[in-house]
């Protein structure tokens, strides 16, 4: 059987950085609770990122009564979820092609034979496929599939699908877009959780090439691990106001609860001390924390995550592609690795590779 290999990672981000003005609206929205607000500036700072990136232009004053260059985000009337879709259907197009442009494709454009779109933060149609096609130059007869409203896993079940592709067909070329713009989102409230929720999101995408040519990470034993009673800590609505992220304090106990009564089910019998390269998506610093403790890793063994983490939060589905991409430069012919995401059920999505 032909085996499938990820060539190639290229990442993207919008031009306008915002995670320190969206720490400042967030606890504007606290200030007439010093406590509450003292306890989201304690947690924030904890949450281990630095940076990160919107589509929106933030104004100069987080606690003014706009909060973006084009008065769309206006207090007491943040705009509606079809406004927000507006500005994705705007946006996400040149995103897209940035990423793909950093393939440096070439002449192979012409060769790509599948395109494979993942998002849960933007639809429209029609949508960010043809805009691809159209942009990145490739053959307007080239397959399409769109996975969507899949959360921050969706990457991993992009390359499953890529890798069957591949596999059944193995002269194929498959372009893999993760494009996510869950700023779009931001939402006008004072509660706790979720302000300190959306202090994790960031706006994002990756391009990929899967195909039968060995080079890059050769993928392989792809599994999905579902949490027992665990459908309520994690889910993404689509609401009047944009779409509602719920993300509860418990999924780090949940994740780690599922890795050490089930991570054998995802490493074989592939020892964890054997595993050379750990691409983990980084949904936040608790998180990182718990996959660390449940796998017994050592505390190296997620820079790379932490540091896609620190330099632009979590991107949803992107994320785990600026991981992996993070890798893809350094990494040795013969190591090992494992990668996972976690999204909505609560489900961890995984598989194995190893470099070429």
């Not at 700072?45 to 260059?69: L, N, Q």
């Not at 079809?82 to 494709?105: K, S």
Request: proline fraction near 5%; include cysteine; glycine fraction near 8%.
């Amino acid at each position: 059987m032909t085996d499938a290999y990820l060539n190639r990672i290229a990442t993207a981000v919008p031009p306008f950085e915002v995670h320190d003005f969206f720490l400042r609206f967030a606890a504007s929205k606290l200030r007439d609770d010093p406590r509450r607000q003292a306890v989201f500036r304690r947690m924030a700072d904890r949450a281990g990122i630095r940076h990160r990136y919107s589509v929106i232009p933030a104004t100069e004053d987080p606690e003014g009564p706009v909060i973006d260059r084009d008065g769309l985000f206006r207090r007491g009337a943040f705009p509606s979820t079809a406004r927000r879709m507006d500005l994705f259907e705007r946006t996400a197009p040149e995103l897209a092609a940035r990423a793909v442009d950093g393939l440096d494709l070439g002449e192979g454009r012409s060769t790509v034979t599948h395109l494979v779109v993942t998002s849960c933060t933007g639809f429209s149609a029609p949508g960010l496929d043809l805009e691809i096609v159209t942009r990145a130059g490739l053959d307007p007869s080239v397959e399409r599939t769109q996975i969507g409203f899949m959360g921050c896993y969706a990457a991993v079940n992009a390359l499953k699908l890529a890798r069957h592709i591949v596999r059944s067909e193995p002269g194929s070329r498959v372009l893999v877009v993760n494009l996510e713009l869950c700023t779009l989102h931001l939402k006008e409230t004072a509660d706790l959780e979720q302000l300190l929720t959306f202090c994790l999101w960031g706006d994002g995408c990756s391009a990929a090439l899967v195909s039968a040519e060995p080079t890059g990470f050769r993928l392989d034993s792809f599994r999905a691990l579902l949490a027992d009673n665990s459908r309520e800590l994690m889910s993404w609505a689509v609401r009047d106001d944009g779409f509602d992220m719920v993300l509860s304090g418990a999924v780090p106990a949940a994740i780690a609860e599922v890795l050490e009564t089930r991570g054998g089910e995802v490493l074989g019998e592939v020892a964890p001390e054997r595993i050379d390269l750990w691409a983990v998506h980084p949904g936040g610093r608790s998180v990182l924390d718990a996959v660390e403790r449940a796998l017994h890793l050592p505390p190296d063994a997620l820079d790379d995550s932490r540091a896609v983490l620190q330099d632009t939060g979590n991107m949803s589905s992107a994320t785990v592609m600026f991981v992996l991409e993070r890798m893809l430069r350094r990494a040795r012919p013969g190591e090992r690795g494992c990668g996972m995401a976690f999204g909505p059920g609560l489900t961890a999505e995984t598989f194995r590779f190893e470099a070429a």
